[in-house]
């Protein structure tokens, strides 16, 4: 997992350099400056509305920002296309092809052209699916299946592009406890493999299993990037202390 790309076409570090977004005139995010470096889990949190979703957006790419710039560790933009086939992104709610589960992680690895030597789409999904224990239900409708198995449908789809970075926007927040954690034990196993991690949550318990890091936001803001073991005993910042002490 997580093989290496030509220098150029790399992405990590992923550098956000006083981004902004904003829509229809309102800020949402503003002064960004961060970098998300290699086998780092970081944690984006911050309260309802704060732009945790959108910031995981932009730097995945799926936003521009309308100012500053987020770019690679030769400081290409990482909207770009090509860029683009480095990461992968994990929704809160996936969603599901009208095809069996292996043909949701096959049009994924079919769809993997980043020049690296793989095995074949077809071995490729298998694999994916194996890893995320499926494979008994690889030929199964992924539309029946229950909101736990389908969203480690989406984690096998993402792990076959073999990615680099592998961004996560509450990706349990839908599921049940048992759910939760078998996904909590992909992205652990994930990032022992080598895949760099970020994700956003508002479950503290969990932030505190899983992140290297947290970036804190605060009305659109970067509050304060801390490493985990600091951040839950003795943050940086006010809104820092002000969000650990609600809630705890």
């Known amino acids: 997992m997580a093989s290496q790309p030509p220098a150029a076409l790399r992405l990590l570090p992923v550098r956000a350099e006083n981004a902004a977004v904003a829509f229809a005139g309102k800020s949402i995010l503003r002064g960004i400056d961060l970098e998300i470096t290699k086998n780092t889990r970081t944690v984006i949190m911050g309260s309802n509305g704060a732009g945790k979703s959108t910031l995981l957006r932009l730097l995945h790419g799926l936003l521009l920002p309308t100012a500053g710039r987020v770019v690679n560790a030769v400081g290409e933009p990482v909207a770009t296309q090509v860029l683009r086939q480095h990461d992968a992104m994990l929704f809160q ?43 008994e239900l690889a030929n199964r409708p992924a539309r029946v299946l229950s909101g736990g198995e389908q969203q ?89 202390r002000a969000f650990v002490e609600g809630e705890s």
């Open 93 to 135: 709610r996936p969603v599901m092809l009208r095809a069996s589960a292996l043909d949701n992680v096959l049009y994924a690895a079919k769809h993997q052209v980043r020049g690296i030597t793989m095995p074949p789409p077809h071995v490729s999904a298998l694999n994916a699916l194996q890893s995320v224990g499926l494979a």
């Open 152 to 240: 480690r449908v989406a984690f096998a789809r993402a792990l076959v592009r073999d990615p680099e970075i592998l961004y996560l926007d509450e990706p349990t927040a839908s599921l049940d406890p048992q759910s939760a954690r078998q996904i909590e034990t992909l992205i652990s196993t994930a990032a022992g493999r080598g895949v760099t991690i970020v994700m956003t949550t508002h479950n503290l318990a969990q932030a505190k299993r899983l992140a290297s890091q947290i970036i804190l936001l605060n009305d659109g803001a970067i509050a304060e990037i801390t490493p985990a073991t600091q951040f839950f005993i003795q943050p940086r910042s006010a809104a820092g």
